[in-house]
């Protein structure tokens, strides 16, 4: 079997046309502000992309860069003057942040209706108990890749690698919400490969370069490769894509597949945030 390859762009063009339309139909625009703090390589690259994606939609967009030695509490009092800047739809803090400020601080900070990376609790409570306000990007991304191969999901065997936050958890909920038989694997868990063969869908979010190899999957699984791993400034995903594209049914590149989608669900959610902000009047 060789896989079909699922190429983000494509399904992230309709996601975007479509934001991009509504935007135009709007007297005031959207506008989300991006903060960024330190000296991360990768970090810069992912705010310029999202930048150049809201000039492209017709949002407003603004880069806040701030030194490495950027104090909390600077942060949370800037964080706190956005949300109450009506002028502002959407707060996105680009992490990771540097290590003597708290993530959690941060998160919690941001105004739930200015959420648009969908990280603080409220938000995530409410995709928990399936009244969603906005969702998460990438594992959203990675629904709308598999919405776009029109499988029905209802009983796959999902398996998803890596617990985080910001993909694994999430990403498990939104599965289940499709009626999945979900599986988290992670750096604790024993025996990950017989885990993952049993697979019919494997989403890996782990972070090492062809973690998942030819050997480890079934025949016809779905693969889903959210891994970027930067080596020597060349990208690689989680999977080793030359041997397992030779066995999954279908598979996302990396660069190309999930990244871009993330970029999608955020100017969705950046769209949806201005829409709140005017029923909610804040
Ligand atoms: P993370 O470091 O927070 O989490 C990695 C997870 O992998 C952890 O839960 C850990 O338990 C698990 N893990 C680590 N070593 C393992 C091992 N040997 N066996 C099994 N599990 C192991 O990372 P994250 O933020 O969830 O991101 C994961 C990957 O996805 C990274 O490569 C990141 O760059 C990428 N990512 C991509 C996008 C995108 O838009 N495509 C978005 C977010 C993250």
């Known amino acids: 079997m060789t896989a079909k390859i699922i190429y983000g762009k494509e399904v992230a063009n309709k996601i975007k046309e479509e934001v991009k339309s509504k935007v135009l139909m709007l007297e005031k625009k959207p506008a989300l502000t991006v903060i960024l703090v330190g000296e991360n390589a990768a970090s810069k690259v992912y705010v310029n992309n999202k930048h150049k994606m809201c000039k492209k939609l017709g949002i407003k967009s603004d ?5 490495e030695d950027t104090t909390q509490a600077f ?8 949300n109450n800047d009506k002028n502002i739809s959407g707060i996105l803090v680009q992490l990771p ?39 998460p990007c990438t594992p959203a991304g990675v629904m709308e890749i598999l919405k776009f191969t029109g499988v029905n999901l209802s009983g796959m065997n999902a398996v998803i690698i890596g ?51 030819a050997e480890m999957v079934k ?31 279908y598979l996302t590149p990396v660069p190309g597949g999930v990244g871009v989608m993330t970029i999608a669900v955020l100017m969705q959610n950046t769209l949806k945030a201005y829409e709140l902000q005017q029923t909610h009047n804040i």
């Open 97 to 135: 942040l540097p290590k003597h400020i708290a993530e959690e601080a941060v998160i919690n900070t941001v105004h739930p209706l200015k959420d648009v990376d969908c990280f603080h609790p409220e938000n995530i409570g409410l995709m928990f108990a399936g009244q969603p306000r906005f969702l």
């Open 219 to 249: 025949e016809g699984v779905i693969v889903i490769d959210v891994g970027i791993n930067r080596i020597k400034e060349k990208l690689y995903g989680d999977v080793d894509f030359d041997e397992v594209v030779k066995k999954a049914s």
């Open 63 to 67: 880069i806040v860069v701030l030194p």
């Open 163 to 213: 617990r985080s936050n910001i993909v694994g958890k999430p990403q498990a909920i939104l599965l289940l919400e499709k009626h999945a038989t979900v599986t988290i694997v992670h750096s604790r868990t024993k025996n990950i490969a017989s885990i993952v063969k049993n697979a019919d869908l494997l989403v890996s979010a782990v972070g090492i370069k062809h973690f998942v190899r």
């Open 75 to 82: 942060l949370l009092d800037l964080i706190k003057k956005l």
